[in-house]
């Protein structure tokens, strides 16, 4: 009988340490996309973009959050890994409720558009923040810049026909 009842308390605290164990696993598995953005920072302030671009990619993995898009597309551009960088602000566009933070994701990727010389793409990004409709000071600094680079980009073609109030 004591035989049976030794056979027991191990197996009871088999079970309890697999528990504890688990226990103090699942703040790991938790915490795993924080650990990434963690490393990214760490990265980026060390002016690894690539090794950032890299970690910040795993995070957004882990858990898609608009913002996540934006700090992968920021670094990206620092890597001067412009298309993929677009992209990332693309899908920040996507997936943001706010018009405020979707006019910054868009206007962000029309500097980039300008910076690689596609003029048409930048076009197309600066008449999306106009489209928004921000007013009254609401996204103010995209909307002036999205019109500024809209007659920038008329004016150098020597037309005015599709200029925006």
């Known amino acids: 009988a004591w035989s049976g009842a030794f056979e027991v308390a191990c197996v009871v605290a088999l079970v309890a340490s697999l528990a504890a164990g688990v226990a103090e696993v699942a703040p790991t598995w938790q915490t795993s996309r924080q650990d990434h953005v963690a490393r990214a920072e760490e990265a980026f302030a060390a002016g690894a973009y ?4 890299a970690s910040y990619k795993k995070a957004v ?5 608009p913002d996540g898009h934006v700090f992968l597309a920021e670094t990206l551009a620092r890597a001067a890994r412009l298309p ?4 990332h602000y693309e ?8 018009d405020r ?11 980039l558009h300008v910076k690689r010389g596609d003029v ?3 076009v197309d990004a600066y008449a999306r923040v106009l489209d928004l409709g921000l ?13 500024v680079q809209l007659a920038a980009s008329q004016l150098s073609k020597g037309t005015r026909a599709s200029l925006r109030a």
Do not use: N
Request: aromatic share 4%.
């Open 84 to 87: 993929e960088a677009v992209k």
């Open 135 to 147: 007013e009254d000071g609401v996204g103010a600094a995209e909307v002036v810049e999205a019109r």
């Open 61 to 65: 993995q882990f858990e898609e959050t």
């Open 50 to 53: 690539d090794r950032a671009a």
């Open 91 to 98: 899908r920040a566009v996507a997936t943001y409720a706010d």
């Open 120 to 122: 048409d793409r930048a």
């Open 101 to 111: 933070e979707k006019a910054a994701a868009l206007t962000a990727a029309g500097r």
